[in-house]
């Protein structure tokens, strides 16, 4: 651990930085995580100075067998970065001045912390975005595997929480799976702007030294690089965006949770969360409660914050840098690990769950969901629909005052309501015939789900 804590700024001041005041502003805390980012950065800044002759091979090589060591001992533990060293960057630099003497200095020739940050940011957000959008991919498959194994089940679709009508639970789980298709189209389109990279624009307005750009660039395997110094040092439009990306990921999430919460009740009993990712209460022996879902929608707003937190930062900051901009990693690094955590979890838990068929198939075939059928039927003998849907609202009512369900009215009652009624209304009333008699694009039919399903598992 080095003992001369030098700031990387410090030679025009005449006195030390306040202890205070360097306790307050230091982030090693929060930016070591970057640790492994910053030495690639600098590896590449430095092979870069050596191509163009910036400084020597030799030292080049130098610098970077120190800065692998560097990595190991921090992998390792063995080097534990100290706030006193202000940030990550100045602990490694430190630390590999310690190491290889003055020419460590070298590391930083036409470069600022503020294109290194930037560009530290950009490689880790290109992994985040890498991380969490496999663990989509894995959700997606499991949703395709329930989908399959529960295609034809019969469950309650709904609006405004009321039972609709029927469908096929695969269309169910497969509506999730579109969800979470865009997910990652959002992510594979901000990975576009997050892959260029920002070295090479120094503190905001370039060097004077011959630098290559983009050459560090295609060492760090960016596909491009910045086109204005200022932008490249001051843009944190990425942030936002992926943890604008990372919150709709988490309200997709808490929609699903809220469903599984209410489905696993005692009241809807639809489905069964094993017990290996149920909890109980410490009071009340008979309870079996979905924490895992419910935290994952609890941290949705964990999430919404982290995005609210980088609009404010963001917001009215003059060009170029500007040190609030420290203060975006806390809610950039806490997005990106509550969404990929959430989204692995989640895949677990929906393992987990089961839909308890019995129950739903002795509810569904009673049910008034089927209502729409009878005003189908209507229509398909070409009464109009306005018509159609008043003529059923009464039978309906009628179904709700005599406590009489919809398929065991007799015909004589339906024929008092429209003499376009005949037996084969009763066809009509069941759930599967209703479902398999959708005929439109991307329906609830099983067919339709047969289609999606190979869409599906072609995408995957
Ligand atoms: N810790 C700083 C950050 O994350 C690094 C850049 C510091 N630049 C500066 N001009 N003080 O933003």
Redo the contacts with the bound molecule.
């Keep these: 651990m080095s003992n001369n804590k030098e700031l990387l700024?410090q030679s025009r001041f005449s006195e030390p930085f306040d202890r205070d005041a360097l306790r307050f502003s230091s982030?090693v805390h929060v930016?070591k995580a970057l640790f492994r980012e910053d030495i690639q950065g600098s590896a590449a800044h430095v092979a870069m100075l050596a191509e163009e002759g910036i400084i020597g091979k030799d030292e080049a090589e130098q610098i970077i067998s120190g800065l692998q060591e560097i990595e190991t001992e921090l992998e390792s533990g063995k080097l534990v970065p100290h706030w006193e060293d202000e940030?990550i960057?100045t602990v490694i630099e430190n630390r590999l001045k310690e190491k290889i003497g003055a020419v460590a200095g070298k590391i930083h020739s036409g470069r600022?912390?503020?294109d290194?940050?930037a560009t530290d940011t950009r490689l880790y957000l290109k992994r985040q975005i890498s991380a969490l959008g496999e663990a989509l991919r894995t959700l997606q498959q499991t949703l395709v595997s329930k989908a399959e194994t529960y295609r034809e089940t019969i469950i309650f679709g709904y609006t405004h929480l009321q039972r609709a009508q029927p469908i096929s639970a695969g269309h169910y789980y497969l509506a999730y799976f579109n969800m979470f298709a865009r997910d990652r189209q959002r992510l594979e389109d901000l990975r576009k702007r997050v892959n260029i990279s920002p070295l090479g624009a120094a503190?905001f307005a370039g060097s004077t030294l011959p630098l290559n750009p983009s050459r560090s660039a295609e060492i760090l395997d960016f596909e491009g690089v910045f086109s204005n110094s200022i932008d490249a040092v001051s843009d944190r439009d990425i942030i936002i965006e992926f943890i604008s990306a990372c919150s709709i990921v988490m309200m997709h999430l808490s929609r699903f949770a809220e469903d599984l919460i209410l489905w696993s009740s005692y009241e809807f009993g639809y489905l069964e969360i094993s017990d290996a990712f149920a909890t109980g209460s410490s009071l009340m022996p008979q309870k079996k409660n979905a924490d895992i879902a419910e935290l994952v929608r609890g941290k949705t707003g964990r999430v919404y914050g982290s995005l609210i937190t980088m609009l404010t930062i963001m917001k009215g900051l003059p060009l170029s840098?500007n040190?609030d901009?420290?203060e975006?990693?806390p809610p950039l690094f806490d997005s990106a690990r509550t969404t990929i955590e959430s989204v692995r979890i989640f895949s677990k838990l929906l393992e987990h769950t089961s839909l308890r068929e019995e129950r739903l198939a002795r509810l569904t075939a009673e049910d008034l969901s089927l209502a729409t059928e009878i005003a189908e039927y209507l229509v398909r003998k070409q009464m109009p629909f306005r018509d159609a849907h008043r003529v059923t609202g009464r039978i309906v009512t009628h179904s709700i005052s005599t406590g009489t369900s919809l398929p065991n009215i007799p015909i004589d009652e339906y024929r008092s309501y429209s003499e376009l009624f005949e037996r084969d209304i009763y066809d009509s009333l069941r759930p599967e015939a209703s479902i398999r008699a959708k005929k439109t694009h991307g329906s609830c039919s099983f067919r339709s789900v047969e289609e999606q399903l190979v869409e599906a598992r072609k995408q995957l």
Aim: charged share 35%.
């Design positions: 700024w982030s930016d940030d960057h600022s912390r503020n290194q940050v503190a840098y040190r901009m420290q975006d990693k």
